[in-house]
């Protein structure tokens, strides 16, 4: 599976759109792109996934570049119970055990 | 459906102790994995489960961890002689269909301190 690099951490107005970067620049063509979230104290959450189109759910949207060597997670309104810390995963179907690689994620503070 | 359970939540035991973790996942998921995370580090996958067989297992996982999930339901993961090293947060994480691209639901975690 393809590395991720994330920025360490970031800081966001509630209210505001949070805008997560994710560098994935050796990510192979059957590669998705895969968000989790980690509330202080809790297991990790999924948030959202995508191949190369832009994908929204009721959490998140996800903008994949069109080289699909970056993406963007996007909180629309951020609000203090988004603080926690955000991992980018890139995962395929190789071995197909499904096991999840994480980094160091980004640690989203949300401010009021 | 209550999602993914784990128990204890902590656990305290002192070098050389044995301790027995359990994990119930949600409940028709085939496939249950179990991670490790230490201090301000992204959990470490350790194994997995497809239903009651063991089909990975991490180079992290010395010989003195065992984990089983008997009759593809629970699974339980044991640490034998505890080290101060194994002092961490243990996660069970389950998914619902062997695709190995669906999400995965995760429990609360066990923490493990070893004194």
């Known amino acids: 599976d393809a590395k991720t690099t994330q920025p360490t951490s970031m800081d966001c107005a509630e209210g505001r759109a949070a805008n997560l970067p994710c560098n994935h620049s050796?990510?192979?063509?059957?590669?998705?792109v895969y968000w989790y979230r980690q509330i202080h104290s809790q297991g990790p959450q999924y948030i959202i996934h995508?191949?190369?189109n832009n994908e929204t759910n009721e959490m998140a949207s996800l903008i994949i570049t069109e080289d699909r060597k970056s993406s963007t997670l996007i909180l629309p309104h951020a609000t203090l119970r988004d603080t926690a810390v955000y991992y980018c995963?890139?995962?395929?179907?190789?071995?197909?055990?499904?096991?999840?690689?994480f980094g160091q994620g980004t640690t989203l503070q949300v401010k009021p | 459906d209550t999602g993914v359970s784990q128990d204890p939540r902590h656990k305290i035991t002192k070098r050389g102790q044995n301790v027995t973790f359990r994990c119930d996942p949600i409940?028709?998921?085939?496939?249950l994995y179990w991670y490790r995370q230490t201090l301000g580090q992204g959990p470490e996958f350790l194994t997995y489960?497809?239903?009651?067989?063991?089909?990975?297992k991490s180079r992290l996982l010395s010989d003195r961890f065992s984990a089983e999930r008997p009759k593809g339901s629970f699974s339980t993961l044991e640490i034998q002689r505890t080290e101060q090293g194994d002092s961490a947060m243990y996660l069970c994480?389950?998914?619902?269909?062997?695709?190995?691209?669906?999400?995965?639901?995760f429990g609360p975690g066990t923490r493990l301190t070893v004194l």
């Open positions: 409940s028709e998921h085939n496939r």
């Open positions: 994480a389950s998914s619902p269909t062997p695709t190995g691209l669906n999400e995965q639901f």
């Open positions: 489960f497809q239903n009651e067989a063991q089909l990975e």
């Open positions: 050796t990510i192979s063509g059957n590669e998705y």
């Open positions: 995508g191949l190369k």
């Open positions: 995963i890139v995962r395929g179907l190789s071995g197909n055990t499904g096991k999840l690689i």
